[in-house]
């Protein structure tokens, strides 16, 4: 917050919004496993009371898909800019996925199927 996280960037400096990326890029590493975390441990809690072998499976199956997502979703991240340091600073010769590619994975993993893709 002291560097204007969430002020328009007419305000801001190019260094404190170098700054915001640089800091945004960890929050956003961990923040994306605890949100994983916090999905897997749902269903695992429920599977202990679940006695129906229907009701197992599809818990174990939710379990599996979330798991899948949050890594790739990790992995994502960290190949979205090579070197990473991009994502924060012009960097010659930097090589990104494109933007539709960011935002597709981000609906995706959200699970919002509202918007155009």
């Known amino acids: 917050m002291v560097f204007g996280f969430g002020r328009h960037t007419s305000y801001l400096s190019v260094n404190d919004i170098k700054k915001i990326h640089m800091y945004s890029f960890p929050i956003a590493l961990v923040g994306q496993i605890a949100s994983g975390l916090a999905r897997i441990s749902i269903p695992a809690l429920l599977i202990q009371f679940g006695t ?66």
């Open 52 to 117: 129906s072998r229907t009701w197992k499976i599809f818990l174990w199956s939710a379990i599996t898909i979330q798991v899948v997502m949050l890594v790739a979703s990790q992995i994502l991240l960290l190949c979205t800019c090579r070197p990473i340091r991009a994502m924060w600073e012009i960097v010659p010769d930097a090589k990104c996925l494109p933007s539709g590619v960011q935002w597709t994975a981000g609906y995706v993993y959200s699970g919002r199927w509202d918007e155009k893709l």
